[in-house]
């Protein structure tokens, strides 16, 4: 693939985010440009997709991600969102911030033990607005206990949303991502939200944690695979040819 | 100042008789108020070191890079990893979630000021007896204060033991070791150069942990509670962008060296610097930024507010640092600079109001002590133990210790994922596994110590920690490359700590030597005693190790249909195995004699191993350390969720055979055991085929249990004192 069609990902920072590097170094596997965006930043259109990275942004004041969402940068993603530019995903913290700033439905309370969780988890990957949709992630062989694993680290993680707002979730595919054995408490198993009709993600879940197999799990390539296609698409790109030739290990 | 208020003064300070007319020597004449202060405070025993100074320098430092500055390392191909273990035991005896908190901000900042990045975090942990609430609740605070600041920082908490016993009661120990990389040629130095700008840079200073160095240096009682506004607070926040503020400015070539604020504040960071640099240095302290307006002198040369970092720079460097501080929304103020004086003097509104020779501040007095063994260590090795128990009662009392179960309930709440580093995650392995992508290989991590046996045995117990640590390491496959410790006693001046103390220290440095790996860093921490109660004589261990694959990393877990086999020593009717964990757990017994480590022996066990590895003979391996053969079969079956057939005891002693510590043995599982054996046979190691993994049951030598049952006791054994 050329410069011109390199997919360009940014990673916003913010005081306090621990997971920019760990989410430009799975970007960056991948082939994708990648630059860190700080806090401030006001432009964001040159960028096909925008990650909120993990961490504590702010410290965490007040709740987790509570803050965050009054940086510039956040009020920037507003416009970058109705222009259908690209993908927003927030991991973690950014799942926090996302709900935070009501781009996403519910919000993220305490685990429901009230301590910090960090493990790998089952989890369930739905992919695709309708059922039987064919894609890579559901070509893949099946993992025992769920469709993936993948790496945890919070302690606000417990997902609650109001009545109106499950239905709608249902109603919208939009629980792409649901644990096999709930750790927190979450409301209906809920792992991760996609807002598909403006191109949304928020997950607790770290899919750039388990990129290389020096750490001992690959299992969240298959996220970032399924991200560069819609990227792909969403450009009116096929899927292009070269994307074997680019992935090596 | 009158002289008779002088007196009272520098006694309140805790300044003896003799090192006040020793400071009076030193300078010619009596120090002021705030030169007293200052005294007090460098030459505590937490900042001067007096009763140990003379003792650590045995310790082999041969291999060491930037051995003596911050923290030290060892070289992996183009970069260094830079470690250092450091104890937080009296601010956590009192406050323990700051405590605990606080020690990690301590140690990430020694880590950074050689301009490494943190990339690992570990700890060692002792607790009173875990059904005692006190304990409890230190206990919770302490995993909840490291949780709370490793995980906001972004640093991965890998790999730690924590333990219970009742000398520990009143008071715990909380020693954290941090890991950085660095590329060998950005190393930073803390020595200063004269005619440079020093710049502060960090959090506010504030009245908190002032004389937190002199409360370290004594013991705790009833009234240490009113000590509580000596335990600083952190705030991690701030912690995770001052290392982000801090890694940038270190990149700029106009920065010399880089101090961070640890004990004693201000006053130690910036005088070790020009006495390691052999200049002078002028401080303003009207220009520090303060957090309460009204701070006297002494109380913002003392302070340990936390997140605060010191920069040496060129003069024409000192905006940029400025600058980068501004993005970062950090405070930071030119306070000084470095002269050619030799002189350390601090300024007060334009009013000189300390002038001293960074010298006597920086060289505080070094005390002999006491090596005449004390009478309890031959009383404690004619003790016998002549008890017994059922071995279906042993075994359930074993494996549900908090001591020996998991500590699954400890590693959840931290984050050790984070940095996309962890090769081998806790419960994996005797050792965590840190991938250094820099360098494509991984560097093995392990802490370690056993407060019983060099409680027996300073000197033997020791070395078998330093021993112990290294077989932790080589059972996942690295290559020991380097120690720092953390070395953790009762108050000095009683003979018998004195002789724990020196002995235990020529033990480590004798097995340092013998391993040919260096003491890179190093902490004391004495007075860790109560009128009631003294610490075990705890030296804590922290060993990296690097091996040049991920492919060569070995794990604990044995699979189903695989031999296990013992490869090393064999415990007999004449063994010694005086502090293992077992006599402790059923008959509340400590006594006996330590085994001693074969040097010769380990070497041949570290070749055989990585051989036997290289050709993927190995499926799981373990070393056997506490609970014995039958822990070490047990954590390997538990880790693979598998069982066991075969025979375990060979010695008249059943509880011996199956529990007793000594040194020099491995397990291993293997899917090739003829191999293997013809292996071991043709290079003459002793060995033993313990039996087959197999499903469900663990049964030897005519018992039977059920693995689903003991499984569960092992896995909620701290679950079910602490809640989910």
């Given at each position: 693939m050329n410069e011109e069609g390199m997919i360009k990902a940014g990673v916003i920072v913010f005081p306090g985010t621990n997971c920019d590097i760990d989410t430009k170094r799975a970007c960056e596997f991948f082939g994708w440009e990648t630059q860190f965006i700080w806090h401030d930043e006001i432009s964001l259109d040159k960028f096909d997709v925008v990650f909120l990275p993990g961490g504590f942004s702010y410290g965490d004041y007040i709740r987790a991600g509570r803050l965050a969402r009054f940086s510039p940068v956040v009020m920037q993603l507003n416009e970058y969102i109705k222009k259908k530019r690209g993908f927003v995903v927030g991991i973690c913290n950014g799942f926090q911030i996302l709900c935070e700033a009501k781009l996403l439905p519910g919000i993220l309370s305490v685990n429901d033990n009230t301590k910090f969780i960090c493990e790998e988890v089952g989890l369930l990957f739905e992919n695709g607005h309708n059922e039987g949709e064919s894609t890579s992630i559901k070509n893949r062989e099946p993992i025992k206990g769920g469709d993936c694993h993948l790496p945890i680290a919070h302690g606000e993680g417990r997902y609650i949303a109001d009545e109106n707002d499950l239905r709608k979730i249902k109603l919208n595919h939009m629980a792409f991502l649901t644990y096999v054995n709930n750790p927190n408490g979450s409301d209906e198993n809920i792992a991760g939200l996609w807002d598909r009709e403006n191109n949304v993600i928020g997950m607790m879940p770290h899919p750039e944690r388990a990129i290389f197999s020096e750490t001992g799990n690959t299992d969240g390539r298959a996220f970032f695979e399924m991200l560069e296609s819609y990227i792909l698409s969403l450009r009116g790109e096929a899927l292009a040819l070269t994307k074997q030739s680019k992935k090596g290990n | 100042m009158q002289t008779e208020q002088k007196i009272e003064l520098y006694k309140a300070l805790g300044l003896t008789d003799y090192e006040y007319s020793e400071i009076k020597n030193r300078l010619g004449r009596e120090p002021n108020t705030l030169e007293t202060y200052l005294f007090s405070a460098m030459w505590s025993e937490h900042c001067g070191y007096m009763h140990s100074r003379k003792y650590l320098s045995r310790f082999p430092s041969g291999g060491a890079v930037s051995h003596g500055e911050n923290a030290g390392g060892v070289q992996v191909g183009e970069h260094v990893i830079v470690f250092k273990a450091e104890s937080h035991n009296h601010p956590s005896a009192v406050e323990p979630f700051q405590g605990a908190?606080?020690?990690?901000?301590?140690?990430?900042?020694?880590?950074?000021?050689?301009?490494?990045?943190?990339?690992?975090?570990?700890?060692?942990?002792?607790?009173?007896?875990?059904?005692?609430?006190?304990?409890?609740?230190?206990?919770?605070?302490v995993v909840n204060g490291i949780s709370h600041y490793g995980n906001c920082i972004g640093v991965p908490t890998v790999a730690g033991e924590v333990s219970f016993d009742e000398s520990y009661t009143d008071s715990p120990l909380v020693n954290v070791m941090a890991v950085g990389i660095v590329k060998k040629d950005k190393i930073r130095s803390a020595k200063a150069e004269p005619n440079k700008t020093v710049i502060a840079v960090g959090s506010h200073t504030g009245r908190d942990g002032i004389h937190g160095a002199s409360f370290a240096s004594k013991e705790l009682n009833e009234n240490s509670k009113e000590d509580r506004p000596s335990v600083q607070v952190g705030d991690p926040f701030i912690k995770k962008v001052l290392i982000e503020a801090t890694l940038e400015i270190l990149e700029l070539e106009e920065v010399q060296s880089c101090q961070d604020y640890g004990a004693a504040g201000l006053l130690s960071s910036s005088s070790e610097m020009v006495y390691k640099g052999e200049c002078g240095l002028d401080l303003y302290l009207d220009r520090v930024h303060l957090r309460e307006a009204d701070m006297q002198p002494w109380e913002i040369m003392l302070s340990e507010s936390q997140e605060r970092m010191l920069f040496i720079v060129e003069p024409n460097g000192a905006e940029k640092v400025l600058n980068i501080a501004k993005k970062f929304d950090i405070p930071a103020r030119v306070i000084g600079e470095t002269t050619t004086s030799n002189k350390y003097r601090l300024f007060w509104h334009g009013v000189e109001v300390a002038n001293l020779p960074p010298e006597s501040l920086a060289e505080a007095p070094k005390y002999t002590l006491c090596e005449e063994e004390p009478e309890y260590i031959s009383e404690y090795k004619k003790l016998n133990l002549n008890r017994t128990t059922s071995i279906e009662e042993a075994v359930k009392k074993i494996v549900s210790d908090p001591n020996f179960a998991s500590k699954r309930w400890v590693y959840r709440q931290y984050?050790?994922?984070?940095?996309?580093?962890?090769?081998?995650?806790?419960?994996?392995?005797?050792?965590?596994?840190?991938?250094?992508?820099?360098?494509?290989?991984?560097?093995?991590?392990?802490?370690?110590?056993?407060?019983?046996?060099?409680?027996?045995?300073p000197y033997e117990g020791a070395r078998n920690s330093v021993w112990e640590c290294c077989r932790n390491l080589i059972s996942s496959g690295f290559k020991p490359l380097g120690v720092t410790d953390c070395l953790n006693y009762g108050n000095p001046e009683k003979d018998e700590v004195a002789y724990q103390f020196v002995k235990s220290v020529d033990g480590i440095a004798q097995a340092c030597r013998e391993a040919e790996i260096p003491v890179v860093s190093g902490n004391v921490s004495f007075y860790n005693e109560s009128p009631e109660r003294r610490v075990f004589p705890t030296p804590t261990i922290g060993m990296v190790g690097y091996v040049d694959s991920p492919d060569k990393l070995l794990k604990t877990a044995f699979s189903t249909d695989e031999t296990v086999i013992l490869i090393g020593k064999q415990i007999n009717d004449d063994s010694d195995i005086g502090g293992s964990l077992y006599q402790r757990v059923l008959y509340d017994f400590l006594g006996g004699e330590v085994d001693k480590t074969d040097v010769k022996l380990e070497k041949q066990l570290e070749e055989i191993i990585f051989e036997l590895r290289d050709k993927k003979l190995i499926g799981g391996c373990i070393d056997v350390s506490e609970g014995g053969l039958f822990g070490a079969v047990f954590e390997g079956i538990k880790s693979g969720n598998t069982g066991f057939k075969g025979n375990l005891v060979y010695s008249n002693n059943a509880e011996k055979a199956l529990f007793g510590e000594i040194t020099g043995r491995y397990i291993i599982s293997t899917a090739n055991s003829d191999e293997v054996t013809k292996k071991l046979e043709s290079q003459q190691i002793q060995y033993k085929t313990l039996g087959l993994c197999a499903n469900k049951k663990i049964e030897f030598d005519g018992y039977s249990f059920n693995t689903t049952e003991l499984y569960d006791l092992y896995d909620k054994s701290i679950e079910l004192e602490m809640g989910r």
């Open positions: - | 908190a606080t020690g990690i901000g301590g140690i990430i900042r020694d880590i950074l000021a050689i301009g490494a990045r943190p990339i690992a975090l570990l700890d060692s942990l002792k607790f009173g007896k875990i059904t005692n609430n006190f304990s409890k609740h230190i206990f919770d605070g984050d050790h994922t984070v940095g996309t580093r962890t090769s081998l995650k806790p419960g994996q392995a005797g050792a965590a596994g840190i991938w250094i992508h820099e360098e494509g290989g991984v560097a093995g991590l392990a802490i370690d110590s056993n407060g019983r046996q060099v409680f027996l045995n």
